[in-house]
Protein backbone atom coordinates (compact mmCIF):
# COMPACT_ATOMS: atom_id res chain seq x y z
CA UNK A 1 0.00 0.00 0.00
CA UNK A 2 1.32 3.03 -0.83
CA UNK A 3 0.46 5.96 1.56
CA UNK A 4 0.16 9.43 1.40
CA UNK A 5 -0.24 11.65 4.48
CA UNK A 6 -1.35 15.20 3.47
CA UNK A 7 -1.82 18.04 6.30
CA UNK A 8 -4.77 19.14 4.90
CA UNK A 9 -8.11 18.23 3.18
CA UNK A 10 -7.41 20.68 0.25
CA UNK A 11 -3.84 19.40 -0.76
CA UNK A 12 -5.05 15.50 -0.21
CA UNK A 13 -7.56 16.62 -2.57
CA UNK A 14 -5.02 18.00 -4.96
CA UNK A 15 -3.25 15.15 -4.56
CA UNK A 16 -6.06 12.62 -5.51
CA UNK A 17 -7.13 14.79 -8.32
CA UNK A 18 -3.59 14.56 -9.76
CA UNK A 19 -3.60 10.43 -10.15
CA UNK A 20 -6.91 10.66 -11.42
CA UNK A 21 -5.69 13.29 -13.83
CA UNK A 22 -2.54 10.93 -14.50
CA UNK A 23 -4.52 8.03 -15.53
CA UNK A 24 -6.52 10.21 -17.88
CA UNK A 25 -3.55 11.66 -19.77
CA UNK A 26 -2.11 8.58 -19.88
CA UNK A 27 -5.18 6.70 -20.90
CA UNK A 28 -7.69 9.45 -22.62
CA UNK A 29 -10.07 6.33 -23.08
CA UNK A 30 -9.93 5.20 -19.22
CA UNK A 31 -12.43 3.61 -16.99
CA UNK A 32 -13.16 5.47 -13.65
CA UNK A 33 -14.85 3.82 -10.79
CA UNK A 34 -16.15 7.03 -9.11
CA UNK A 35 -17.74 7.19 -5.25
CA UNK A 36 -20.04 9.50 -3.77
CA UNK A 37 -19.88 10.83 -0.06
CA UNK A 38 -18.47 14.21 1.41
CA UNK A 39 -14.73 13.08 0.91
CA UNK A 40 -14.06 12.85 -3.08
CA UNK A 41 -15.90 16.24 -3.05
CA UNK A 42 -12.43 18.01 -3.61
CA UNK A 43 -11.25 15.56 -5.87
CA UNK A 44 -13.95 16.12 -7.89
CA UNK A 45 -13.83 20.12 -7.75
CA UNK A 46 -9.76 20.13 -8.63
CA UNK A 47 -10.73 17.78 -11.73
CA UNK A 48 -13.35 20.24 -13.00
CA UNK A 49 -10.40 23.09 -12.35
CA UNK A 50 -8.34 20.80 -14.82
CA UNK A 51 -11.21 19.98 -17.15
CA UNK A 52 -11.85 23.86 -16.92
CA UNK A 53 -8.02 24.67 -17.87
CA UNK A 54 -7.87 22.10 -20.89
CA UNK A 55 -5.49 20.30 -19.12
CA UNK A 56 -8.31 16.81 -18.86
CA UNK A 57 -10.55 16.04 -21.19
CA UNK A 58 -13.27 13.09 -20.75
CA UNK A 59 -14.63 12.93 -24.33
CA UNK A 60 -13.94 9.21 -24.31
CA UNK A 61 -13.72 8.35 -20.47
CA UNK A 62 -15.90 6.01 -18.83
CA UNK A 63 -17.01 6.01 -15.59
CA UNK A 64 -19.16 3.55 -13.12
CA UNK A 65 -20.38 4.36 -10.04
CA UNK A 66 -20.26 2.01 -6.57
CA UNK A 67 -23.38 2.14 -4.99
CA UNK A 68 -26.59 4.40 -5.14
CA UNK A 69 -30.15 3.98 -2.70
CA UNK A 70 -32.60 1.67 -3.54
CA UNK A 71 -35.85 3.45 -4.03
CA UNK A 72 -34.93 7.55 -5.13
CA UNK A 73 -35.07 8.70 -8.23
CA UNK A 74 -32.46 10.02 -9.74
CA UNK A 75 -33.57 13.60 -9.61
CA UNK A 76 -33.82 13.29 -6.00
CA UNK A 77 -31.02 15.55 -4.56
CA UNK A 78 -30.27 12.69 -2.18
CA UNK A 79 -29.47 10.77 -4.75
CA UNK A 80 -26.26 9.75 -5.71
CA UNK A 81 -26.89 10.10 -9.49
CA UNK A 82 -28.05 13.93 -8.36
CA UNK A 83 -24.50 14.35 -6.43
CA UNK A 84 -22.26 13.02 -9.66
CA UNK A 85 -24.34 15.43 -11.74
CA UNK A 86 -24.05 18.07 -9.47
CA UNK A 87 -20.25 18.09 -8.55
CA UNK A 88 -18.88 16.61 -11.55
CA UNK A 89 -20.65 15.16 -14.57
CA UNK A 90 -22.32 18.58 -15.19
CA UNK A 91 -19.33 20.59 -15.37
CA UNK A 92 -17.00 18.51 -17.42
CA UNK A 93 -17.27 16.86 -20.98
CA UNK A 94 -18.31 13.62 -20.44
CA UNK A 95 -20.26 11.43 -22.77
CA UNK A 96 -23.79 10.78 -21.20
CA UNK A 97 -23.89 7.67 -22.72
CA UNK A 98 -20.32 6.63 -20.80
CA UNK A 99 -21.87 7.34 -17.41
CA UNK A 100 -23.10 4.87 -15.23
CA UNK A 101 -24.77 4.79 -12.06
CA UNK A 102 -26.92 1.50 -10.57
CA UNK A 103 -30.60 1.99 -10.78
CA UNK A 104 -31.99 1.98 -7.23
CA UNK A 105 -35.31 1.92 -8.80
CA UNK A 106 -35.21 -0.76 -11.38
CA UNK A 107 -38.36 -3.32 -11.10
CA UNK A 108 -36.25 -6.24 -11.10
CA UNK A 109 -33.46 -5.38 -8.70
CA UNK A 110 -31.59 -8.75 -8.78
CA UNK A 111 -31.09 -8.10 -12.45
CA UNK A 112 -29.91 -5.17 -12.40
CA UNK A 113 -27.03 -5.90 -9.76
CA UNK A 114 -26.18 -8.36 -12.49
CA UNK A 115 -26.20 -6.26 -15.57
CA UNK A 116 -24.15 -3.56 -14.08
CA UNK A 117 -21.90 -5.94 -13.11
CA UNK A 118 -21.65 -7.67 -16.55
CA UNK A 119 -21.43 -4.06 -18.64
CA UNK A 120 -18.11 -3.13 -16.10
CA UNK A 121 -16.62 -6.43 -17.34
CA UNK A 122 -18.09 -6.23 -21.01
CA UNK A 123 -16.14 -2.49 -20.68
CA UNK A 124 -12.85 -4.26 -19.70
CA UNK A 125 -12.60 -3.39 -16.18
CA UNK A 126 -11.98 -0.24 -13.97
CA UNK A 127 -8.73 1.45 -14.46
CA UNK A 128 -9.14 3.27 -11.64
CA UNK A 129 -11.42 2.79 -8.54
CA UNK A 130 -11.76 6.17 -6.14
CA UNK A 131 -12.84 4.81 -2.69
CA UNK A 132 -14.04 6.31 0.42
CA UNK A 133 -14.23 4.78 3.77
CA UNK A 134 -17.05 4.07 6.23
CA UNK A 135 -16.62 4.48 9.58
CA UNK A 136 -17.24 1.04 10.13
CA UNK A 137 -14.63 -0.22 7.26
CA UNK A 138 -16.93 -0.51 4.40
CA UNK A 139 -16.02 0.15 1.08
CA UNK A 140 -18.68 1.46 -1.76
CA UNK A 141 -21.99 -0.39 0.50
CA UNK A 142 -19.88 -3.73 0.97
CA UNK A 143 -21.29 -3.29 5.21
CA UNK A 144 -19.27 -5.51 7.34
CA UNK A 145 -20.09 -8.91 7.55
CA UNK A 146 -19.35 -12.75 8.50
CA UNK A 147 -17.86 -12.80 3.98
CA UNK A 148 -16.67 -10.20 2.29
CA UNK A 149 -19.49 -10.10 -0.66
CA UNK A 150 -18.07 -10.71 -4.02
CA UNK A 151 -20.96 -9.93 -6.13
CA UNK A 152 -22.54 -6.28 -6.89
CA UNK A 153 -25.79 -6.72 -4.82
CA UNK A 154 -28.66 -5.27 -2.86
CA UNK A 155 -27.29 -4.62 0.92
CA UNK A 156 -29.28 -3.68 3.98
CA UNK A 157 -27.14 -0.79 5.27
CA UNK A 158 -26.24 -1.20 9.06
CA UNK A 159 -27.62 1.24 11.61
CA UNK A 160 -23.89 3.00 11.83
CA UNK A 161 -23.77 3.88 7.69
CA UNK A 162 -27.51 5.21 8.36
CA UNK A 163 -26.71 7.24 11.34
CA UNK A 164 -23.70 8.49 9.57
CA UNK A 165 -25.44 9.34 6.43
CA UNK A 166 -28.18 10.92 8.28
CA UNK A 167 -26.56 14.34 7.91
CA UNK A 168 -27.57 14.87 4.16
CA UNK A 169 -31.25 13.94 4.92
CA UNK A 170 -33.73 16.11 7.23
CA UNK A 171 -34.14 13.11 9.26
CA UNK A 172 -32.58 9.83 9.55
CA UNK A 173 -35.77 8.14 9.30
CA UNK A 174 -35.86 9.48 5.62
CA UNK A 175 -32.42 7.80 4.85
CA UNK A 176 -32.77 4.90 2.43
CA UNK A 177 -32.37 1.38 4.10
CA UNK A 178 -30.93 -0.60 1.60
CA UNK A 179 -28.84 0.27 -1.55
CA UNK A 180 -27.48 -1.72 -4.48
CA UNK A 181 -23.40 -1.52 -4.05
CA UNK A 182 -20.74 -2.94 -6.05
CA UNK A 183 -19.06 -6.27 -4.37
CA UNK A 184 -15.88 -6.54 -2.93
CA UNK A 185 -15.03 -8.27 -6.28
CA UNK A 186 -15.35 -6.06 -8.59
CA UNK A 187 -13.68 -3.47 -6.73
CA UNK A 188 -10.75 -5.99 -6.33
CA UNK A 189 -10.57 -6.32 -10.02
CA UNK A 190 -10.24 -2.93 -10.27
CA UNK A 191 -6.34 -2.46 -11.95
CA UNK A 192 -5.53 0.43 -9.87
CA UNK A 193 -7.40 1.80 -6.35
CA UNK A 194 -7.12 5.26 -4.65
CA UNK A 195 -9.14 5.14 -1.35
CA UNK A 196 -9.56 8.57 0.55
CA UNK A 197 -10.40 9.53 3.89
CA UNK A 198 -10.62 12.69 5.99
CA UNK A 199 -10.75 13.70 9.87
CA UNK A 200 -10.02 12.30 12.88
CA UNK A 201 -13.27 10.10 12.78
CA UNK A 202 -11.59 8.15 10.56
CA UNK A 203 -8.24 7.61 12.39
CA UNK A 204 -9.43 4.50 13.69
CA UNK A 205 -10.66 3.18 10.69
CA UNK A 206 -7.86 4.12 9.08
CA UNK A 207 -5.42 2.34 11.47
CA UNK A 208 -7.65 -0.86 11.70
CA UNK A 209 -6.93 -1.00 7.39
CA UNK A 210 -3.27 -0.47 7.87
CA UNK A 211 -2.48 -2.31 10.36
CA UNK A 212 -5.49 -4.76 11.60
CA UNK A 213 -6.16 -7.87 10.59
CA UNK A 214 -7.65 -8.63 7.27
CA UNK A 215 -11.54 -9.80 8.15
CA UNK A 216 -15.11 -9.64 6.55
CA UNK A 217 -16.11 -7.19 9.82
CA UNK A 218 -13.83 -4.38 7.88
CA UNK A 219 -14.92 -4.73 4.11
CA UNK A 220 -11.80 -2.48 3.09
CA UNK A 221 -8.86 -4.69 4.77
CA UNK A 222 -9.58 -7.02 2.05
CA UNK A 223 -7.40 -4.46 -0.34
CA UNK A 224 -4.63 -5.38 1.91
CA UNK A 225 -4.67 -8.09 -0.59
CA UNK A 226 -4.35 -5.55 -3.80
CA UNK A 227 -0.94 -5.00 -5.60
CA UNK A 228 -2.04 -1.49 -6.04
CA UNK A 229 -3.57 0.76 -3.50
CA UNK A 230 -2.90 4.20 -2.84
CA UNK A 231 -4.14 5.68 0.25
CA UNK A 232 -4.73 9.10 0.96
CA UNK A 233 -5.55 10.69 3.75
CA UNK A 234 -5.37 13.99 5.94
CA UNK A 235 -2.99 14.04 8.76
CA UNK A 236 -6.26 14.18 11.14
CA UNK A 237 -7.43 10.74 9.51
CA UNK A 238 -3.81 9.75 9.41
CA UNK A 239 -3.17 10.11 13.53
CA UNK A 240 -3.17 6.77 14.23
CA UNK A 241 -0.23 5.51 11.21
CA UNK A 242 3.14 6.56 11.83
CA UNK A 243 4.11 8.17 8.35
CA UNK A 244 5.01 11.28 7.80
CA UNK A 245 2.72 14.26 7.08
CA UNK A 246 3.88 15.58 3.30
P1 LIG B 1 -17.86 10.11 3.55
O1 LIG B 1 -18.38 8.64 3.29
O2 LIG B 1 -16.95 10.44 2.41
O3 LIG B 1 -19.11 10.96 3.52
O4 LIG B 1 -17.16 10.10 4.86
C1 LIG B 1 -17.47 7.64 2.97
C2 LIG B 1 -18.19 6.33 2.89
O5 LIG B 1 -19.16 6.12 3.66
O6 LIG B 1 -17.79 5.48 2.09
Known sequence: MNILIYETYEKMSQAAAAIIAAQVLAKPDSILGLATGSTPFGTYTGLVKLYKEGILDFKRVKTFNLDEYVGIDKSDDQSYHFFMMENLFSKININARNINIPNGLANDLEKECAAYEKKIDAAGGIDLQLLGI???GHIGFNEPDVHFPAATHIVELSE?????????????GKVPRSAITMGTGAIMKSRRILLLASGGQKA??????????????LPASILRFHNDVTIIIDSEAGAGLHGKVI
Open 134 to 136: GNN
Open 160 to 172: STIEANARFFPDS
Open 204 to 217: DVVKELVYGEVRPQ
